[in-house]
């Protein structure tokens, strides 16, 4: 036993990482089952349990990104390698992922290969589809960042030696999910739905969390800093907790929304960051962006969101550091979209 308990990162790491994991995999495999379920509500009750299952495997990747789980890096790989394949995103590879999100932390920016505005800047008539589909909250926008995962050996051309892999994991992906479509048609669309359900919530909480957009520098080597680097960190990260009086709702996403504690210092594990946060920053409630704020410009914008414009909004002047918490605390900005750890490009 004691020889469990000193694998993981530390002694509470095996209740607290061992219960999202038990609850990830598990929901996953039991969400997965339910969808072949003749009863309606078994239906519902599933969808709803594997796309949030999905959704803390996700976020477990992101504590594997970061160490937190295991002391071996090596075994936080193979976990974080294992959980890419239940949350859809092993076309390519978990090295990839955690290199981006490290460039992340180290550039103080949005590091990336895909400029998806300026993409949509040259397609209106694909924005028109999008801006449709999002109307109805059919996540089109993270879409469009799922294809390029999907075949991202042959899009991206630094990572064109993943090709054979990328082949691999589409033909066994791709196999199985037309296979359920086929026979089980109903099973396949409620797997779709419960996906849509991940993405929903993983952009939610990446949305707001910081001011800046993308920059296209993901393979460049020591690339300029727009911000001034690490030491300017904080000013561009808001944090957006479900709950900041009670740690427990916010295990509904393993605390990602404490993000300026997670900036502060990547290495804490999720159940710790609560009361990280408050040792470092206190519990003014005037320092995050209220939940039930998000909740309403998450619905209220969600077309104009695409492409940041649109709406009421419109003839505001960007807004960075201590202004854009002001707005987002007054519901006054846009956010991001299709945005979240798992793209990795």
Same mark, same amino acid.
């Given at each position: 036993?004691?020889?469990?308990?000193?694998?993981?990162?530390?002694?509470?790491?095996?209740?607290?990482?061992?219960?999202?994991?038990?609850?990830?995999?598990?929901?996953?495999? %039991?969400?997965?089952? *339910?969808? +072949?379920?003749?009863?309606?509500?078994?239906?519902?009750? !599933?969808? /709803? &349990?594997?796309?949030? $299952?999905?959704?803390?495997?996700?976020?477990?990747?992101?504590?594997?990104?970061?160490?937190?789980?295991?002391?071996?890096?090596?075994?936080?790989?193979?976990?974080?390698?294992?959980?890419?394949?239940?949350?859809?995103?092993?076309?390519?590879?978990?090295?990839?992922?955690?290199?981006?999100?490290?460039?992340?932390?180290?550039?103080?920016?949005?590091?990336?290969?895909?400029?998806?505005?300026?993409?949509?800047?040259?397609?209106?008539?694909?924005?028109?589809?999008?801006?449709?589909?999002?109307?109805?909250?059919?996540?089109?926008?993270?879409?469009?960042?799922?294809?390029?995962?999907?075949?991202?050996?042959?899009?991206?051309?630094?990572?064109?030696?993943?090709?054979?892999?990328?082949?691999?994991?589409? %033909?066994?992906?791709? *196999?199985? +999910?037309?296979?359920?479509?086929?026979?089980?048609?109903? !099973?396949? /669309? &409620?797997?779709?739905? $419960?996906?849509?359900?991940?993405?929903?919530?993983?952009?939610?909480?990446?949305?707001?969390?910081?001011?800046?957009?993308?920059?296209?520098?993901?393979?460049?080597?020591?690339?300029?800093?727009?911000?001034?680097?690490?030491?300017?960190?904080?000013?561009?990260?808001?944090?957006?907790?479900?709950?900041?009086?009670?740690?427990?709702?916010?295990?509904?996403?393993?605390?990602?929304?404490?993000?300026?504690?997670?900036?502060?210092?990547?290495?804490?594990?999720?159940?710790?960051?609560?009361?990280?946060?408050?040792?470092?920053?206190?519990?003014?409630?005037?320092?995050?962006?209220?939940?039930?704020?998000?909740?309403?410009?998450?619905?209220?914008?969600?077309?104009?969101?695409?492409?940041?414009?649109?709406?009421?909004?419109?003839?505001?002047?960007?807004?960075?550091?201590?202004?854009?918490?002001?707005? !987002?605390?007054?519901?006054?900005?846009?956010?991001?979209?299709?945005?979240?750890?798992?793209?990795?490009?």
């Amino acid at each position: 036993m004691n020889a469990i308990v000193n694998a993981f990162h530390e002694p509470k790491g095996l209740l607290y990482h061992g219960a999202a994991l038990l609850y990830g995999v598990g929901g996953y495999l %039991l969400g997965l089952y *339910g969808l +072949f379920s003749s009863n309606p509500w078994i239906n519902a009750g !599933a969808t /709803l &349990l594997l796309g949030h $299952a999905m959704t803390i495997c996700a976020y477990m990747i992101h504590e594997c990104g970061h160490n937190t789980v295991f002391r071996s890096n090596d075994t936080n790989a193979k976990l974080g390698r294992f959980l890419n394949w239940i949350c859809g995103t092993s076309y390519g590879t978990f090295e990839d992922i955690r290199y981006k999100h490290f460039r992340h932390h180290m550039d103080n920016d949005d590091a990336v290969w895909f400029m998806c505005d300026e993409f949509l800047d040259k397609h209106p008539r694909l924005v028109e589809w999008i801006r449709f589909l999002e109307w109805f909250y059919i996540p089109a926008h993270d879409m469009i960042m799922h294809f390029i995962t999907v075949f991202t050996a042959f899009i991206i051309p630094q990572r064109k030696e993943q090709k054979l892999r990328n082949v691999l994991v589409i %033909l066994i992906r791709g *196999g199985v +999910f037309f296979t359920v479509l086929i026979y089980y048609p109903k !099973a396949a /669309l &409620l797997y779709l739905l $419960a996906y849509m359900i991940m993405m929903h919530i993983l952009r939610f909480k990446d949305g707001v969390q910081h001011d800046y957009d993308g920059n296209p520098t993901l393979f460049e080597e020591e690339p300029e800093s727009r911000y001034g680097g690490r030491p300017t960190e904080q000013a561009h990260t808001f944090s957006n907790p479900e709950c900041l009086e009670y740690d427990w709702p916010n295990y509904f996403t393993l605390c990602f929304g404490f993000h300026n504690a997670h900036h502060h210092r990547p290495t804490v594990p999720w159940y710790q960051l609560p009361a990280y946060h408050r040792e470092q920053f206190g519990t003014d409630p005037e320092k995050v962006i209220p939940f039930r704020v998000q909740l309403k410009m998450y619905h209220k914008y969600r077309v104009q969101r695409v492409t940041h414009s649109g709406g009421e909004l419109d003839d505001l002047p960007t807004a960075w550091e201590a202004e854009y918490l002001e707005r !987002a605390r007054a519901g006054r900005i846009y956010g991001g979209n299709a945005v979240s750890f798992l793209n990795s490009f």
